[in-house]
């Protein structure tokens, strides 16, 4: 938790919907991550971001979209392309290189 | 492509045994390897990091091992306390670039 502000806590999607996660930090770390994570699962690397306006794709980025217009915020898109939306979501942030990474609380999000 | 393996899904332990997790790869060389603890519903917390040319890393009652001939981490808990139970993932830097890849966990549960 600390300087890193996931919301909401709870999510839940109708089908054919968007939903957007948020994801703000007062660390003034440069680097942002989005995880998904499932039941018994590790965490899966969606988007990442180095730098402001720019990002990249991680291992399950489909159906999954991404901004970075300032250095505090990076929030996802979960689009209705992705049909197995139900996880949890933590964003991480961290320094470039030997360092740690630091998470949120996360977002539950489900399908009604 | 890089492969992680936590050996175990679950470890049960008496309150005052060591515990040992073990953290195994293949197909690269990572140049660190870091320790995380996850709640149930929470973010995982960093505990630990440890680059490739240390053998060994302590802080409190926590000692992590690396390996890189045997390609494997050792993550020990000296006296274990109920409150240890947790989840933990061990994570390493991917082959020239920044995002961790994440094992899937070792669920400890120390038993009083």
């Known amino acids: 938790d600390g300087g890193i502000t996931q919301s909401p806590k709870y999510l839940f999607r109708k089908e054919g919907q968007n939903v957007t996660l948020s994801c703000e930090q007062n660390?003034?770390?440069?680097?942002m991550y989005w995880y998904r994570q499932d039941p018994g699962q590790g965490l899966r690397l969606i988007y990442y971001?180095?730098?402001?306006?720019?990002?990249q794709k991680g291992d399950i980025a489909e159906g999954y979209s991404v901004s970075r217009e300032k250095k505090e915020s990076f929030p996802l898109t979960v689009t209705s392309a992705q049909k197995n939306p139900t996880a949890f979501y933590l964003c991480?942030?961290?320094?470039?290189?030997?360092?740690?990474?630091?998470f949120g609380a996360g977002t539950r999000l489900s399908v009604l | 492509s890089q492969k992680i393996e936590q050996n175990s899904e679950a470890l049960n332990i008496q309150e005052g045994k060591t515990a040992t997790l073990t953290c195994n790869y293949t197909n690269y060389s990572p140049a660190y390897l870091q320790w995380y603890r996850q709640d149930p519903g929470r973010g995982p917390v960093f505990l630990l990091l440890i680059r490739e040319n240390e053998k060994e890393k302590r802080k409190e009652r926590l000692k992590v091992t690396f390996d890189t001939t045997l390609k494997q981490s050792l993550f020990h808990i000296t006296a274990s306390q109920p409150a240890d139970s947790a989840t933990y993932l061990c994570?390493?830097?991917?082959?020239?670039?920044?995002?961790?890849?994440f094992g899937k966990g070792t669920r400890l549960s120390v038993i009083a």
């Open positions: 994570a390493l830097d991917r082959a020239g670039n920044t995002p961790l890849v």
């Open positions: 660390l003034n770390h440069d680097a």
């Open positions: 991480a942030t961290g320094g470039v290189g030997f360092t740690a990474q630091y």
């Open positions: 971001s180095q730098i402001v306006n720019d990002f």
